[in-house]
């Protein structure tokens, strides 16, 4: 595994607690500030770099984490008011192709974030011990994801980012 595609590991999913609860909703709860953090002082030389060779820029980065969590937003939403939705993927590399990704400022998803993990992280505040187990179904990966899956799948999924910025900077000494 590559540590620069994946400085924090892959996502492993863990059985129900309620002390992991604690901590992933923590972190849904968490990640605008963190992300905020990671790209603060930066200019848009600095913006505009991709943390690996081949690899996205920041700014992609940031567009693509406000893309994928409104999209697994509204998929916990469907899992919680139908029964087995079945969802539409999309390219998240075409999409971060898109002029929105490469050319809007990154303060623009920053808010989107900000608003966005207040509302997912009180959706998750209210899913009854039940209902953890409903799903959506991924027919790119021919899968269930129970709402608990996406919860740790989101949680790992922001902090993985952040961390590829954050190795970036030290890498390039942009404290």
């Avoid at 919680?80 to 400022?105: C, F, G, H, R, V």
């Avoid at 505040?125 to 740790?152: A, C, Q, T």
Wanted: hydrophobic share 40%; aromatic share 12%.
């Amino acid at each position: 595994m590559d540590p620069n595609i994946y400085p924090i590991g892959k996502y492993v999913q863990q059985d129900f607690s309620f002390e992991i609860l604690k901590e992933r909703l923590l972190d849904i709860q968490s990640l605008p500030t963190l992300l905020e953090y990671s790209i603060l002082n930066l200019d848009e030389f600095q913006l505009n770099t991709s943390y690996r060779e081949g690899g996205w820029t920041i700014k992609q980065i940031v567009h693509h984490l406000a893309d994928s969590h409104m999209n697994a937003y509204i998929r916990c939403k469907l899992a919680l008011t139908e029964e087995s939705p079945i969802i539409k993927p999309y390219n998240q590399d075409d999409w971060a192709l898109m002029p929105d990704a490469k050319e809007m400022p990154v303060n623009v998803s920053i808010t989107l974030l900000h608003a966005l993990h207040l509302r997912w992280h009180e959706v998750f505040l209210h899913v009854r011990d039940s209902d953890w187990e409903k799903f959506i179904v991924h027919p790119e990966y021919n899968r269930e994801m129970s709402l608990w899956f996406i919860l740790g799948l989101y949680a790992w999924h922001g902090k993985h980012h952040v961390e590829q910025i954050q190795q970036l900077r030290r890498n390039k000494g942009w404290s």
